[in-house]
């Protein structure tokens, strides 16, 4: 069954104090992951599209990589603005249709 | 203006009442989405269009109805909900089912009592 996992579900960091969130999958043929950040209250913001085992992406501290089993979102010395939650989530492709599937999301809070 | 629109951004509704959430995409996309995310919880996907056809209904209760009447514009008619249906919607459109990335709305949040 294809599934994503993100792990920890929260994650407290001092501000500067450098740290990475982790998104597992199973899926039966990868066709990319997409990362988002979401503030409370509102809808999730498009971060980052990951295709191939190895791909990087850089959006100012934050860096997100991938491999075959799992998704990294690296946050380098991390700003009280950054405290967000941060969802993956994988398409899942079938026959007539499609869907994308998130994983539970880590809750980041970064202290001054 | 954003490429996701939804309205309204809360609503309070009673047990017996009817309303409808709207959301419309700027974006030329093909595909729009449905998602429910309650407290603590995976968001979680309802209903998906793609060119307007329902492609998708994640066994989701008969008193939420989608509506797609063009690819820029997709409804949610709401009608005898429940209190535990109270929750962020969320409304997102991408390019082609489910292989790009979507955008999101800035979502409904809805209490039901």
């Known amino acids: 069954e294809d599934q994503v996992t993100q792990s920890p579900e929260a994650l407290r960091l001092q501000e500067g104090e450098s740290s990475s969130l982790n998104c597992s999958y199973t899926?039966?043929?990868?066709?990319?992951l997409f990362w988002y950040r979401q503030d409370p209250g509102k809808g999730p913001e498009f971060l980052f599209t990951l295709y191939s085992a190895g791909e990087e992406k850089e959006k100012e501290r934050l860096k997100a990589t991938l491999t075959k089993k799992e998704s990294f979102l690296h946050i380098t010395a991390p700003k009280p603005e950054d405290s967000a939650t941060y969802l993956c989530a994988l398409p899942m492709i079938y026959n007539q249709g499609g869907k994308l599937i998130f994983g539970q999301g880590t809750e980041l809070s970064v202290k001054p | 203006e954003t490429g996701v629109t939804q309205t309204p951004r809360h609503l309070v509704m009673g047990m017996t009442n009817k309303k409808s959430l709207k959301c419309e995409q700027h974006l030329g996309h093909n595909a729009m989405y449905w998602y429910k995310q309650s407290a603590k919880k995976p968001l979680e996907l309802m209903f998906v269009y793609n060119f307007k056809e329902q492609t998708e209904n994640n066994s989701v209760p008969s008193r939420f109805s989608p509506e797609c009447p063009n690819s820029s514009h997709l409804f949610l008619h709401l009608h005898t909900l429940q209190p535990e249906d109270s929750a962020l919607y969320l409304c997102?459109?991408?390019?082609?089912?489910?292989?790009?990335?979507?955008?999101f709305g800035q979502g409904t949040r809805l209490t039901v009592v």
């Open positions: 997102a459109s991408s390019q082609d089912l489910a292989d790009t990335e979507a955008f």
């Open positions: 899926v039966s043929g990868l066709r990319g």
